[in-house]
């Protein structure tokens, strides 16, 4: 599966007629939509929580660089080291070069965005290293060579069926004739299979859901325990974060720790929260001998002082996905990135570009729900208008639309002009409709390929009003 | 509350062209709450379609011309969340960096409404002599809802109709897949989201969907036209002035 | 220039306004006693909590918790473990790091009460992967060292320790169908003897 952005239409179409997405999509919007709701309302005054989880992240984006040298300055101090990279190409050999020096051939990994972004496994499988997804979506996903759907529950797509036929595919040393009927099953073999690899793993990489300047620590928020085990079982532990997930101290931490998982999924807190500050302690028996974080730019520092430096707000929740109606419509693989729906929109024409990620930004009806429900109130759908307005002062938009709304903004500046437009096009219409509705200009695309339009009553109301008066 | 206040009715670009009797309606309904309506000859629209298109220049332009046009008056009125939210909650943002034209865009957002929450909230309208007796359901547009904070509103007024009874869609948060331009740029994307609301709607048994929002009720009786589904739509205004008896959206 | 320099350079050059440090959140109290909220929390998230009255009483509760789930009558307990000195019974005791079909037996030394969460600092004594490693885990807890928030166990730690791990239930994935089972990588079952003494 190529991921292209600019795709996205034909993508969308094709996910529309997916008759397996539906009930998938389904799900999302009872279990995660449900889910948070209920969390919001026992919590009691979540808005209060919301506040607070902006003016952390807010602080940390606006002191980034002083957060970044602190948390180098508390990494070192505990015998770890920390690496800049600039781009994906950077973080790639920076991380290939550790795991080089440390002579590994496996590596076990825990769930990481930033290592899709950057495309980290195409990589080092080129380069003679094994990379081992351990997230049960991701090891999935892995199996099947696609990339995630979803940015915390990333084969959310799939029906267990699917899952049993790819573990019959692969798992080829099992008993073919064994059941994979039940959910249970399936993760019980799963448990197994990734346990060997666990044990064997030279090297672990996991992504941060936060990074403590203060304390120098890393931290991840996880249901499986997979995270855990990559960290502690092998001797080289690799944190691959975006610079922007830094905040002050653990004290901002936990404020974050009670908004990520109720925004997620509506858990009042996630079964594992991991702090992970540096090597194994002095005669520990657990953990890695080397501990490094490296901190990939690629973009995100270009976002600061434009009009969407908010989005670096965002601490990777889901729940502007799980909420969205596009998304719901059509997935995650139809955005073709790996950040998709709203934040996906906000982020992608930034770092890709707005010639690239352009349908990101468009295909939204700023219905808003994105905003309401995110935890740390990043206004997306204005971040998204933000982008229309680089892609429509670069000349990139199409030019149908383009030409038609600068026709139409023509009229609206000399009300004479419009009032005579409208009452012709009011006329138009009127003559063009058949039992009540238009159902066709000379091309049935648009909004005529889906609907039929009402026909109008004939004569505008300025008209009239000023008739009456 | 004042003595007959000056309420500058912003009809609409679309109730203008579409549907000119929700303009009537909204009149009617507001001469009823004491107000002295007037319509300024000059306004034409928001400018919303230009800035969300993110053209700029344009909705500057346009959104200068519609605060002159009403900022004299004591309250501006839309039968509309959507417009009335371009003006309340974007205009400010349009003019974000100038120095001359902030002060006007807040003033203006300041005193800007949407019909019903007008008349419940500002004009303690409490009910209207309006008959209609039918089942039906409500569709919340989104920039009622999360932009204008509207839902009770209509729902109090309505209720106040003889003869009708409202039963609520199982999903009032869903967008219905409008959007303005989206409608036209993404239009398979658009239907989807139009059917789930529609099969919301018809799943209630109500016979008529009232909203508030003339762009959502366009598209969605549009479409449901083209599945040849009979569910009348109307909007909200026409039914609590009294004009249920008209033909509805599309009607032949 | 370093990566490190350029990154830093271009963070500094397009900065426009900085945020001020925001105030202290406070997060909603717990109301009434804590070992109740400790318990209730936790066992809504899958885990089986037992109060008992002494730690004599550990050792009939750790064979109880086995017989109960079908185990053999087998614990894996580090050998440095505070709670080595017990003696386990009719339960036999191994020093081996636990495999994924084994019990194992824990000490917390925090709890807190907010999230129904364990909070175990890794130490010599207590490898940290003995959390993620078994298919049970059985942890011993006093009820004096259950806490309000992770505040608190913030404040009494002090300096991290290496790994700082809260476990908040068994393991558990939604990751097929959205459906959630126990036991995706880490123990498929967890239980909490709430010692009052």
Redesign the interface.
């Known amino acids: 599966m190529t991921l292209d952005p600019k795709a996205f239409p034909q993508a969308a179409r094709s996910a529309l007629n997916d008759p397996l997405l539906r009930p ?1 999509l389904g ?2 919007k009872t ?2 939509g449900a889910g948070r709701a209920m969390a919001v309302q026992r ?3 979540f808005e ?2 919301r506040d ?1 989880g902006k ?2 992240r ?2 940390a ?5 002083e957060l ?2 602190t948390f180098e300055q508390a990494v070192n101090a ?1 015998g770890g080291t920390v ?4 781009d994906a190409a ?1 973080a790639r050999r920076l991380i290939l070069g550790i795991l080089q020096d440390a002579g590994a051939k496996t590596v076990t990994k825990g769930k990481s965005m930033v290592t899709e972004e950057i495309a980290l496994n195409p990589f080092l499988e080129a380069n003679g290293i094994e990379p081992v997804e ?4 991701e090891y ?1 996903i892995q199996l099947r060579g696609e990339p995630p759907s979803h940015i915390i ?4 797509h ?3 069926e699917q ?1 049993a036929e790819t573990f019959f595919a692969r798992h080829t040393a099992l008993d073919p004739k064994r059941s994979l009927e039940e ?2 099953a ?3 073999e ?3 299979v ?2 060997q690899r ?1 044990e064997a793993a030279d090297a672990g990489i996991t992504g941060a859901n936060f990074l403590s300047a203060k ?1 120098g ?1 890393a931290v991840i928020v996880t ?4 995270g ?2 990559t ?3 092998p001797k080289t532990h690799i944190v691959v974060t975006g ?1 922007e997930k830094v905040v ?1 101290d ?2 901002d931490v ?2 974050l ?2 908004l990520l998982p109720r925004s997620a ?1 509506g858990q ?20 890695p001998r080397d501990f490094h974080v490296v ?1 990939v ?1 690629n973009g995100r ?2 976002l ?3 009009e969407a430096q908010d989005v670096l707000r965002c601490i990777r929740c889901s729940a502007c996905i799980n909420h969205c109606p596009v998304y719901g419509a059509v997935g995650g693989h139809a955005y073709g990135a790996t950040y998709m729906g709203p934040i996906g929109a906000a982020l992608n024409p930034g770092m890709m570009g707005v010639a690239e990620a352009a349908h990101h930004a468009n295909a939204s009806t700023f219905c808003g729900r994105c905003a309401e429900v995110c935890p740390v109130k990043i206004p997306l759908p204005k971040i998204m208008r933000h982008w229309r307005a680089v892609e429509h002062a670069s000349g990139l938009a199409p030019k149908a639309i383009t030409r038609g709304l600068a026709l139409w903004a023509f009229a609206a500046k000399r009300p004479a002009l419009y009032r005579f437009g409208a009452s012709i096009a009011a006329r138009l219409l009127r003559m063009m409709g058949r039992g009540g509705a238009v159902r066709a200009v000379p091309v049935k695309n648009g909004w005529f390929a889906v609907r039929d339009f009402p026909v109008p009553e004939g004569k505008t109301f300025m008209a009239q009003w000023k008739a009456r008066r | 509350m004042s003595e007959r206040p000056r309420v500058g009715l912003f009809v609409t670009c679309l109730v203008d062209l579409v549907r000119p009797q929700i303009g009537f309606a909204a009149v009617k309904l507001l001469e009823q709450a004491g107000c002295e309506v007037a319509v300024p000859a000059t306004q034409t629209c928001c400018g919303q379609p230009a800035w969300n298109a993110g053209a700029d220049s344009d909705a500057k332009d346009i959104a200068r011309a519609a605060i002159a046009a009403f900022e004299g008056f004591d309250y501006v009125v839309a039968p509309s969340g959507s417009c009335a939210g371009m003006i309340k909650r974007h205009y400010p943002e349009v003019f974000e960096t100038d120095a001359e034209w902030l002060p006007r865009a807040r003033a203006l957002a300041q005193k800007t409404h949407e019909l019903m929450s007008f008349l419940v909230k500002v004009r303690g309208v409490t009910g209207v002599p309006a008959g209609f007796a039918h089942k039906v359901c409500y569709h919340d547009s989104c920039s009622s809802l999360r932009e204008m904070g509207v839902k009770a509103e209509p729902r109090a007024l309505l209720g106040t109709v003889e003869g009708l009874s409202i039963e609520e869609i199982k999903d009032p948060q869903g967008c219905c897949g409008f959007g303005g331009l989206f409608s036209v740029k993404y239009p398979e994307i658009s239907e989807r989201m139009a059917d789930d609301k529609i099969a919301d709607a018809c799943g209630t048994g109500a016979d008529t969907l009232i909203g508030g929002d003339l762009g959502c009720l366009l598209h969605l009786a549009g479409r449901m036209k083209r599945q040849g589904k009979t569910m009348a739509v109307r909007h909200a205004a026409e039914v609590l002035a009294d004009m249920g008896g008209e033909k509805a959206l599309g009607e032949p | 220039m ?3 320099e ?3 350079a ?3 050059a ?12 406070s ?2 109290k717990i109301e009434g006693d804590l070992v109740e909220a400790f318990a209730k ?1 936790l066992s809504a ?1 899958h885990a089986e909590v037992r109060i008992l009255n002494s730690m004599a009483e550990v050792p009939e509760a750790v064979a109880d918790v086995l017989r109960a789930r079908n185990m053999a009558a087998r614990i894996h307990l580090p050998s440095d473990s505070p709670l080595a000195s017990l003696a386990l019974g009719g339960v036999e005791v191994r020093g081996e790091p636990p495999s ?1 079909f084994d019990a194992a037996l824990t000490v917390a030394p925090f709890a807190i009460a907010e ?3 364990l909070a175990y600092p ?3 004594v207590e ?7 078994p298919l049970l885990e059985i942890a011993v807890l006093r009820a004096s060292d259950i806490v309000g ?3 608190e166990v ?1 404040a009494k730690l002090g300096t ?20 959630m ?1 126990l ?5 498929k079952a967890l239980t909490v003897l709430v010692v009052k003494e």
Do not use: C
């Open positions: 998938a799900r999302l279990h995660f919590y009691g005054d209060s929580l607070a003016a952390i807010d602080y984006v606006t002191h980034l660089d970044l040298v505990r690496h800049w990279a600039r950077e351990t997230d049960l979506g999935i529950a990333p084969a959310f799939l029906s267990k899952v959910r249970n399936l993760v019980q799963a448990r197994a990734l346990r666990f304390e620590a249901n499986e325990g997979n855990d085990l960290r502690l079982l610079i002050a653990m004290n936990a404020v720790v009670r999924t009042p807190i996630s079964t594992y929260v991991s702090v992970m500050a540096g090597r194994r302690g002095e005669g520990e028996s657990d953990g901190l730019d520092s270009k600061i002082g434009t | 370093s990566g490190r350029q990154i830093l271009e963070i500094r397009r900065r426009l306004a900085q945020a001020p440090k925001p105030q202290r959140y997060a909603p929390r998230q994924a999230t129904g969460t890794a130490r010599k490898p940290a992967s003995w959390h993620f490693r928030e992770l505040e913030l991290l320790p290496s790994t700082l791990n809260l476990v908040s239930g068994p393991s558990r994935t939604g990751d097929i169908e959205q459906t089972e036991g995706a990588h880490g123990p």
